[in-house]
């Protein structure tokens, strides 16, 4: 039977973007597939705060930073964990992309028109020992124009390709099936979804209005993980987090379904990994939500109290921004799903930052004077809007009314405010010097010590009392979730593996749906700024190997 294409590429998110322009940039013909409309190209890639790991950059020797490869080696295995015997390709995977975010990462990006934000920022923490999880310096780069920004040479590209007759994009086809003749998959089955104009992100019919059926000399799967599922992710939620929460908010969409997971498993593919995932614990329900059980993730600086259900405060080294897995466990643990920021408007101001593109139309529209309004007082605008309209907000003058709120919000007295008060007071105390015992108090003091927490990242040290620094505010915070470590088995060149380790000819696979690469790039945890850029990388391989091999 005559060929539709030289490959398929199922996923029109940031990695099938990156595969289908590499393709067609060598050439090939590439039919590029999405369940969801026009309208939602990049995926979730468009959400996101478009954050990119690098290694040793200009911005980082611009703020004083002194990074290396061996020290982001280190950080990266001391985070991963790797221990088990499916970890031998998402180790190798892990090398060569730390090669690369070390090496021509930043100088591809840059050709192709993408800019950073010049402040460096600093996730994942650690706070731990030099050999354990965290990065050591700041290396979260904020693209200039957010997720739309880092999305937007990618989608030049490929309309590149349609232009020259070289790529043909078909919106709502679903794959449900993928196909071998004489042991090649070559080919895809699927239904046709009826057409949608919801807007990006909005749930859209699932109604079948026919089938399909396509064939090419291979496929690259890039069709994302599961966190918009959450059947899926309790039924892959591992025990050493404990039971998963009865109520998860959502950092992703609906269509971000684990669907072709499973078809890829089907054909044979061997799925690694499932119980690696990375949800958040900073979330906040959405006031005006675009789709179900909308969340969006607090970035937080270093100095709001993080307190469980109960109000006690969360044990070292778990300070916002240090260790997302080791708080998800913890909290796990409490017999709660909630936790609570408690911190000031001062605080909020200068620390308070929300994921994704939407809630940063500053650094997304790429307007300089709206930055700069950042320095001004007052809490950016979105941040002001989920305090005034959130219903995980609550703000008070007085720390009795401010306990009496959240116990409200929660319709349980958990929280006693003579308890709270006399944490908060001794943690007062311990500002009054440039040291302390405290470590939360310590570690405020070494952010500043970075330029960049200093500039726009971390308040100047202070009593939560103080009424000069007030309002006081209470944060509650959920599970959001967003990201699978684990998922398609796959070598260096991004061919999907079986479960014997042979590969299943015809197949490849890039992006969430490989766990980044090689079925979990990351291990047992993220160093932060890797989703996007693993999505880049492993794209950009699965093209340039499936041009190599269909020559």
């Known amino acids: 039977m005559a060929l539709d294409a030289d490959v398929i590429v199922i996923g029109a998110g940031l990695a099938g973007l990156a595969a289908t322009a590499e393709l067609a940039d060598a050439g090939r013909t590439v039919i590029l597939l999405d369940q969801e409309p026009a309208g939602s190209l990049g995926g979730q890639a468009h959400w996101s705060f478009g954050g990119l790991f690098l290694v040793d950059s200009p911005e980082q020797r611009r703020m004083r930073i002194r990074d290396s490869y061996e020290l982001a080696w280190q950080d990266w295995l001391g985070t991963a964990g790797f221990d088990r015997p499916e970890d031998h390709w998402p180790r190798q995977w892990a090398k060569a992309y730390l090669d690369f975010a070390a090496g021509e990462k930043r100088a591809w990006l840059h050709a192709q028109g993408v800019r950073f934000f010049p402040v460096v920022g600093w996730a994942e923490r650690g706070g731990l020992l030099a050999s354990g999880p965290g990065n050591s310096v700041p290396r979260f780069h904020i693209t200039w124009g957010t997720g739309p920004g880092l999305v937007e040479p990618f989608a030049r590209r490929v309309r590149a390709g349609v232009a020259k007759g070289l790529v043909r994009t078909l919106f709502r086809h679903r794959v449900t099936e993928l196909a071998a ?3 090649v998959t070559d080919t895809v089955r699927g239904e046709l979804l009826v057409p949608s104009t919801v807007e ?4 859209s019919s699932r109604e079948v209005a026919g089938a399909f059926e396509l064939r090419a000399q291979a496929v690259i799967i890039a069709s994302g993980g599961i966190g918009g599922n959450h059947e899926l992710v309790r039924k892959a939620w591992p025990a050493r987090l404990g039971t998963p929460p009865a109520r998860l908010l959502s950092g992703v969409p609906a269509h971000v379904d684990g669907l072709m997971q499973q078809v890829a498993g089907a054909a044979g593919g061997h799925l690694i990994n ?3 995932m990375w949800h958040y614990t900073e979330g906040i329900e959405n006031w005006n939500p675009i789709w179900a059980k909308h969340g969006i993730r607090i970035l937080p600086g270093p100095s709001s109290l993080w307190l469980d259900a109960r109000g006690n405060r969360l044990p070292v080294p778990l300070f916002p921004g240090f260790d997302t897995l080791g708080t998800l466990e913890h909290i796990m643990g409490t017999g709660y799903e909630h936790t609570w920021f408690v911190l000031t408007q001062k605080i909020i101001e200068k620390e308070f930052a929300l994921s994704g593109s939407e809630q940063n139309p500053d650094l997304t529209g790429r307007s300089l004077r709206q930055v700069l309004g950042r320095a001004l007082p007052g809490a950016p605008g979105p941040v002001e809007a989920f305090k005034r309209y959130g219903s995980d907000f609550v703000v008070a003058d007085r720390l009795d009314d401010l306990v009496r709120q959240m116990n409200g919000r929660t319709g349980e007295d958990l929280i006693d405010e003579a308890a709270l008060r006399r944490e908060i007071e001794a943690r007062d105390r311990e500002i009054a010097n440039p040291f302390s015992k405290d470590l939360q108090v310590t570690a405020i003091h070494g952010a500043r010590r970075y330029l960049g927490d200093k500039l726009v ?3 100047t040290p202070h009593r939560l009392l103080d009424p ?10 959920h599970v959001l979730t967003r990201k699978s470590l684990g998922g398609l088995e796959t070598d260096l060149s991004a061919r999907v593996l079986r479960a014997d380790g042979s590969v299943l000819d015809g197949v490849y696979a890039a992006g ?7 079925g ?4 047992y945890r993220s160093l932060e700024g890797t989703f996007l850029g693993g999505c880049l990388f492993s794209g950009r391989t699965a093209g340039r190997a499936v041009a190599a091999a269909t020559a």
Do not use: N, Q, S
Not at 200 to 203: M, Q, Y
Not at 468 to 477: Q, S
Not at 520 to 523: E, I, L, M, Q, Y
């Open 181 to 183: 003749t004489a042991g």
């Open 200 to 203: 990006r992100g909005v749930a």
């Open 274 to 276: 499932g119980d690696r």
């Open 457 to 459: 990242r971390t308040a």
């Open 468 to 477: 000069k620094a007030g309002p006081l505010i209470a944060v509650r915070l």
């Open 512 to 518: 969430e749906v490989a766990g980044f690469g090689g």
């Open 520 to 523: 979990g790039v990351h291990g």
